[in-house]
């Protein structure tokens, strides 16, 4: 079955704490996919990883292949992070990605 | 470039009424996707298109149709509305060719549809 699931489901930081959300998927995968949707309810892409590691700004997306596991790390955390934070696989047998139901963060000054 | 615009940005249906939802993207991509977000669950995929006259079925396309007549443009039918198709209409649009990890998709701003 093919299943993607983030956690936490919520989080709360204090600005300038290092926040991490987690992704892990059930099967074989030929690429991840990091997004993020704004209180407004825009999704933009963050990251698009196969293998390794990427880093844009306080952002920073790892994959790990043999244990079928992502993170998304932000450093330096600040209030307009806040925001959910949506992981997606395309499986290696399919065509199409399927997301994980987001991890809902929140950052206080 | 405006990217993925879609149209209405709001609706309200009656059970039993039909509309479209409109989704034009001006980066030429090969791609088009409709997914709907229901509150608490992930992104679902209805349908999707890899190129002008070419659709296939995702995850969830039952009370749904789509087209894809021209590039820019992946409208959305909706028949029969019912309660249960309530939920935000994202599309989406991607270039894929090569490697399918390069393959980033870009989303329209969303559709909040209510059916009564």
């Known amino acids: 079955k093919n299943e993607v699931e983030q956690s936490p489901q919520n989080l709360t930081a204090q600005e300038g704490e290092f926040i991490t959300i987690n992704c892990s998927y059930s099967?074989?995968?030929?690429?991840l996919h990091w997004l993020q949707q704004h209180p407004g309810g825009g999704i933009v892409s963050l990251f698009m990883?196969?293998?390794g590691k990427k880093k844009h700004g306080r952002l920073i997306a790892t994959i790990n292949i043999q244990e079928k596991h992502s993170s998304l790390h932000i450093t330096a955390s600040h209030p307009r992070d806040s925001a959910v934070y949506i992981c997606a696989v395309r499986f290696s047998t399919g065509n199409q990605f399927y997301f994980g139901t987001g991890t809902s963060l929140t950052v206080i000054p | 470039n405006a990217g993925v615009t879609q149209t209405p940005k709001f609706r309200i249906l009656k059970i039993g009424q039909s509309m479209t939802l409109q989704c034009t993207q001006d980066?030429?991509?090969?791609?088009m996707y409709w997914y709907r977000q229901d509150p608490g669950m992930g992104l679902k995929l209805i349908y999707y298109s890899v190129g002008a006259g070419i659709t296939d079925k995702g995850e969830v396309p039952n009370g749904y149709n789509v087209s894809r007549s021209t590039t820019e443009d992946f409208p959305l039918r909706l028949e029969l509305a019912a309660p249960s198709q309530t939920s935000v209409y994202f599309c989406a649009s991607s270039y894929r060719s090569g490697p399918r990890f390069k393959e980033t998709q870009y989303f329209g701003p969303g559709t909040r549809l209510l059916v009564l």
């Open positions: 099967v074989g995968i030929s690429a």
């Open positions: 980066m030429n991509h090969n791609y």
């Open positions: 990883l196969s293998s």
